[in-house]
């Protein structure tokens, strides 16, 4: 298929594809960040916030990066270059490499915590502590430099050493097999935390919906949470988008993608938040949330020892099928646009995002007092990454789709040529010019006090 790929590396199947995709987006996103930024922003208000996001803006957004990269057959920025010649477009691309090295930065962060409770889960550490006792040792943790950034490191090296595998032989064997068990662990894991004593609270807490705590800065991390969660806003996705055929429906999967990813997001509040209520812990405890409430569930359940060890190593692998999008979003770009070799640019941008990673590592301890309004390295990598130019990329990304592309273009593109009947074009023509960027633009301009 050397002809349809203009000789670059692509996919082989539809199903590797999704596969792909869906582990692209599935990842620390849902299990970790989820969770916490619900509790942060006061439950099933956000919730409901998130979901009509996910549907409105997400599916729309996700479909557009795929339709710019299987046209532009490129990377981020190259297939922005080569639909627009001569125009600033390419902008977005250079936006969407700004936030792979943010992302991949503090990503790394927490995929070596969850490493380390790999090797923990092996010893046992947990067994027979308090959840005061599992909150010490998450604290003694996570603040201390070298373990931290050691586990940082080994992961930051998987990811590359991933991505030098090459596109078809990696990400998809990888991607293929492991993530249904880890849907399975969830399940059973939501079914013990809601048959815990006093579960009932914490589903009160992600399924009841209270606007009274909702403002803008709610609206605005739900937005940047499903732009997160979904690999949008950043050019993941077009990179992904380049190496479909062109025989795969888009739109599809697209919607399928984005379901699976919901779908995992609420079944990990729904293992989360029973659990920080039955164990009398604080729902707003931040990016540690998972790390202090999960080795509590694992105690509770029959085989725990054994589960937790799973589990862990499921979410250290989910870390890593997304992380190498990312990685994949800077190593396109360098080896098609610069000409690198794919090794070259695969270390060179690996350890670059390592280099900036080690901060928000140590801003959990070494460098805790470092803050900038109020948030500290990582804290201001994630928002800047997530809440900003996810949100502003995914922005311009419907522009381009809806406004600069011909119709006609985007049309053969989401029909394959007319070969697929695609019935709501026009309701998604609608929703690309008009819907999407105003939504957008208000909730990221109303939160930054713009309008
Ligand atoms: N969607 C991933 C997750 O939920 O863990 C994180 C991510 C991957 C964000 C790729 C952005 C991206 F381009």
Redesign the pocket.
Do not use: E, H, K
């Given at each position: 298929m050397a002809s349809e790929f203009e000789g670059r590396d692509g996919f082989t199947s539809r199903f590797g594809i999704i596969c792909a995709a869906a582990g692209?987006?599935?990842?620390?996103?849902?299990i970790?960040?989820f969770p916490y930024v619900v509790g942060d922003s006061g439950g099933g208000a956000f919730l409901l916030i998130y979901l009509g996001f996910i549907l409105l803006l997400g599916i729309p957004v996700m479909l557009s990066e795929f339709i710019i990269g299987r046209r532009g057959q490129r990377n981020a920025l190259g297939s922005f270059k080569r639909l627009a010649p001569g125009k600033p477009w390419f902008i977005v691309g250079v936006m969407g490499i700004v936030?792979?090295f943010m992302?991949l930065a503090f990503?790394s962060t927490i995929a070596g915590w969850t490493l380390h409770y790999v090797l923990q889960s092996f010893t046992n550490a947990f067994a027979g502590k308090t959840s005061v006792e599992i909150n010490q040792f998450f604290d003694a943790f996570h603040t201390r430099a070298f373990l931290p950034l050691l586990w940082q490191l080994i992961f930051m090296a998987m990811t590359a050493w991933i991505i030098l595998s090459g596109v078809r032989k990696g990400i998809e064997k990888y991607a293929k097999v492991l993530m249904p068990f880890l849907v399975l662990l969830l399940i059973i894991m939501a079914i013990r935390s809601v048959t815990l004593p006093g579960a009932y609270e914490g589903l009160q807490f992600l399924f009841r919906p209270d606007f009274s705590v909702v403002d803008s800065s709610v609206m605005l991390a739900a937005l940047g949470q499903a732009?997160?969660?979904?690999?949008?806003?950043?050019?993941?996705?077009i990179t992904y988008g380049s190496y479909i055929r062109k025989q795969n429906n888009l739109g599809n999967i697209s919607v399928e993608v984005s379901l699976a990813?919901t779908l995992i997001a609420i079944l990990a509040g729904v293992a989360i938040f029973p659990a920080v209520f039955a164990f009398g812990l604080d729902p707003a405890e931040g990016p540690g949330l998972i790390f202090t409430v999960l080795p509590n569930i694992f105690q509770q359940m029959p085989g725990g020892y054994f589960f937790s060890i799973i589990f862990f190593i499921l979410l250290a692998i989910?870390?890593l099928t997304?992380?190498i999008?990312?990685l994949e979003?800077v190593v396109a770009y360098l080896t098609e646009e610069l000409k690198l070799t794919r090794r070259k640019a695969t270390i060179m941008a690996a350890a670059a995002a390592a280099f900036v990673g080690v901060f928000c590592t140590l801003s959990f301890g070494a460098l805790k007092d470092v803050t900038i309004s109020g948030l500290d390295i990582f804290g201001l990598l994630d928002f800047t990454a997530?809440n900003l130019l996810?949100p502003l990329g995914g922005l311009l990304i419907v522009c381009f789709v809806g406004w600069y592309m011909k119709q006609a273009d985007v049309k053969d593109e989401v029909t394959n040529s007319g070969v697929l009947k695609v019935r709501l074009f026009n309701a998604l023509m609608f929703i690309l010019r008009f819907i999407a960027p105003v939504a957008i633009a208000i909730v990221l301009f109303d939160s930054l006090g713009i309008i």
């Open positions: 692209s987006a599935i990842g620390l996103g849902n970790w960040r936030a792979a992302i990503y732009f997160f969660s979904l690999s949008i806003g950043m050019g993941a996705l990813d989910a870390a997304s992380s999008s990312i979003v997530s996810l």
